[in-house]
């Protein structure tokens, strides 16, 4: 078994073929749109319409698209109770994952075969779910939608109980553009796998959630929150960073499978990023933030990845950290879910094979009587 070739983690290996995203010399690129100029011109809406059906929207079809959106927002009653009885403890992550797999029994569109409509449903689902526990946790009761607002400014008002303000949606906004989608990460390659089996559509989420949930993935963006929030200058940032690398830390929100020379996505958000901090006088926060940053690059030459400007442009917008991750699952759902349908347009199950470093064959020891 020796002779066979195996990449740990399957690094180098490509495990399919795609035509949702690619990264082209080091630019991410949704249906051939660059990140950066999607970032510029597109909302979430039209990002993830672009994912889901092959093409940006013209307006009928965006106002179309987002009626859908808001016709589907609704959660069932069972699902809201099923939200009060997980222990107020448990984490949004968690939560979550069951919350999903819950909806699924009540999905309006599943004695359908339109899987495109499914996904609508389940983008809409995900976001009042996040919006409806965080309310609950909050000993507030779960709010109705206001159609005609951005998926971004509806999942803020659907928490917050009021619109929020254009800033915050417009940041939100593009966080969920800069989200949604990135080839074969793991949570998407999960999900990939799970349809291969003729599995179905919100098993696939629901395996995604729990892929996306680790630090090493979608995790990294709380995580890099976190170990930001030790310090309350950037001198105690700076001499824990030192220690970290000479002990050999990981830290969180830095390095990349794919980008080895920085993620483009990172640059995106943290311009933004530091308008936000200087327009909030965060100055202490953005130099932390440079203060971890600079030697990573400098000496390390790791870069950040999306992760760490999403972790503090999150938290100077006044989110709780436990919303991150579950943020990041509100637009990559729209990824996922695409994945999934071409997957399910051109199959072949998933099944590789593994290198065995156990033990030679060898018999049974007769049992003592
Ligand atoms: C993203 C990540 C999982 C990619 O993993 P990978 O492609 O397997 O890369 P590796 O972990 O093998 O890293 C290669 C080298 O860079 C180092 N490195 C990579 N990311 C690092 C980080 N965030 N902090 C410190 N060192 C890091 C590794 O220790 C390794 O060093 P070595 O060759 O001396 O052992 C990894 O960079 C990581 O763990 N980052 C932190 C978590 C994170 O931000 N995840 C979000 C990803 S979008």
Redesign the pocket.
Known sequence: MSELHFSP?L?GVVAGETDIACVDQGVLLYRGYAIEDLAENATFEEAAHLLLYGELPDAAALTAFKQRLDGYRPLAPEVVDALRLIPKAVPMMDVLRTAVSMTGHFDPVSDTADLRERSVWLTAQIASIIAARYRLLNGQEPLNAKPGLSHAAQLLYQANGQEPDELHARLLDLTLVLYAEHEF?ASTFTARVICSTLSDLVSAVVGAIGALKG????G?NE??MEMLTQFKTAAEASAWIKD??AH??????????VYKHG?HRARILERELRKLAASLGAHEWMAIYDAIKEP?VND?K?YP????PCGLTYYLLGLPLDLYTPLFVAARVTGWCAHFMEQAANNRIYRPLSRYTGPPARPVPARAK
Do not use: S
Request: net charge positive; proline share 3%; charged share 25%.
């Open positions: 983690g690094d990460n630090p090493l993935h979608g990294a995580a890099a970290a690398l050999k830390r990981k830290v969180m929100g830095f390095g990349h499978r993620d990573m390390k790791i990845n999306l992760d760490y």
